[in-house]
């Protein structure tokens, strides 16, 4: 009996646990945490700084080349005061958005050019050079960018204004720049009168006003700028076989690299490749209706 009466209590007793236990209630969702107004937004990533192409050119040699005072839509700043423009600015802009690179243009002398860039001061010379041989043993060269003709530039009332051959040149009193293959073709002139070189275009310009030479040597685009810029003076043009023997290239311009660098060739050959024949003809004769009346030095 008192086994039964044990048994009937803890069943009691378990039954009132059970009863007494009350479930759970589900979590509620936990909100989402909403971003503060004030929270500081990400730093901008700023772009990575283009590479520099580096290019030396004289800026004195219109319509390839020359400097002005003011900034127009084609020009570039030339560091150190005034702005670059002409076919070879034009030239080097395509190469250097054709590369990637952000254009500098380095304003240095003829003579400087090849030291420069020996010495890595610039990447390249685009300044109307021809690829000559003797340059080529330390320059490499791409392929040609402009070829032209070689004229004689002479003074208006020059007698010489009205020569049709080399042999018409005969006494006369004639030069070239200086360290240019120019000055080599005008050996062929019979009787000549070789005169000194001269560092630039517009000090033979001078030369050729004032009377103290009769004539200097220049490929046609230069001429025809020499003459827009200054009416005294014209030019001669010679007929197949009746002017300067010169080689394709010494007739031809190039872009001037350093040696070694057989991939930025290639690159720039593959950009040249992409300018029309008819686009470069455009764009030389836009440069020689845009030169400045006169060179800043």
Known sequence: MKKLISLFLALVLCTGLVSCAVPAAPAAPA???????????????????KEKFVVGLECNYAPFNWTQ???????????GGGFADGYDVQIAKLIAEGLGRELVISKIEWDGLPPALLSGKIDAIIAGMSPTADRALTIDFTDPYYESDLVVVVRKDSPYASASS????????????????????????????????????????????????????SERPGAVSATESNPEITF????????????????????GLQKGRPELVEQINSILAGISKEQRQQMMDKAILAQPLSEEE
Not at 31 to 48: D, G, I, N
Not at 185 to 207: G, K, R, S, Y
């Open 236 to 255: 001669v043009e010679f007929a197949q076989g009746k002017g300067f023997v010169a080689s394709p290239e010494d007739v031809a311009i190039a872009v």
């Open 69 to 79: 005072a003011e900034q127009t839509q084609d020009s570039v700043v030339i560091p």
């Open 31 to 49: 909100e989402p945490v909403k971003p503060s107004a004030e929270a500081p937004s990400a730093p901008a990533v700023e772009p990575a700084a």
């Open 166 to 217: 080399l042999a018409d040149f005969a006494k006369a009193k004639i030069t070239a720049q200086l360290n240019t293959f120019h000055y080599t073709v005008i050996e062929q002139i019979p009787d000549v009168q070789l005169q000194t070189a001269m560092d630039n275009f517009p000090t033979m310009i001078v030369a050729l006003t004032s009377g103290t030479i009769d004539g200097y040597i």
